[in-house]
């Protein structure tokens, strides 16, 4: 089991910049491809980021593609999302997801993460 806990998130206006974080404790968390995600009201929970266990491939959304990074760091247990020049339309309930896996293909699918944050509040106003 892991245990995914996120923070970071409030009220930015447009263009600001928020970085989220998302701690995780439980089994070995290097072991990990680490996922963002991210859900609008009324909306399906969409991708943003992804990172494999050792850092070396990430994955965008294209939306946000330039704007995001996505870092980690296994000795500290956590997942980091930069977000930079964000845009009303990045409002949303960002959760932090994980999943057992050392595939070099990254997994967009949320059903395919079984291992899943409550989530942290992003709202950018214009």
């Known amino acids: 089991q892991v245990q995914l806990v996120e923070s970071g998130g409030g009220l930015v206006q447009a263009g600001g910049s928020l970085r989220l974080s998302c701690a995780a404790s439980?089994?070995?968390?290097?072991?990990?491809?680490m996922a963002w995600f991210r859900q609008a009201p009324g909306k399906e929970r969409e991708f943003v980021a992804a990172?494999?266990?050792?850092?070396?491939?990430?994955l965008y959304a294209d939306s946000v593609k330039g704007r995001f990074t996505i870092s980690r760091d296994n000795a500290k247990n956590t997942v980091y999302l930069q977000m930079n020049s964000l845009k009303p339309e990045d409002t949303a309930l960002y959760y932090c997801?994980?999943?057992?896996?050392?595939?070099?293909?990254?997994?967009?699918?949320?059903?395919?993460?079984?291992?899943w944050g409550q989530g942290t509040q992003v709202t950018v106003s214009s």
């Open positions: 997801a994980a999943r057992t896996s050392r595939l070099q293909t990254i997994q967009v699918v949320p059903t395919l993460y079984p291992y």
């Open positions: 439980g089994r070995t968390f290097s072991g990990y491809v």
């Open positions: 990172i494999r266990w050792n850092s070396d491939r990430t």
